[in-house]
């Protein structure tokens, strides 16, 4: 999916007015305004959100919470190869073993 596609769905998903569908966005951002201007020109494919937003989303709010579902799906169809397809994060397991003294 891209972010056009992305932003179409969650639109559809809600049932809400680009207004009420920023305003939303940024409920736990009180610094960030989002006009629905800006949520047209994603609509649009003329523009996307920038990643400093999507990054805010992320820490603003839970995993449980479709904002930051949205945000790490858009993290993903921007750059796949950091967010993973989808916004799959990788995961690197680090070993918790220490090597063993001979």
Known sequence: ???KEIVDSAL????VS???FAERLTESLPSVGLSHATIINWRKGSSEPDTDFLE???VAYEP???RYVFALACLGAKSPLVWGENGAVWHIGVATKKPQAE
């Open 18 to 20: 680009l207004r009420v």
């Open 56 to 58: 805010a989303m992320l």
């Open 64 to 66: 449980s919470d479709w």
């Open 1 to 3: 999916m891209n972010v």
């Open 12 to 15: 559809k998903l809600h049932g």
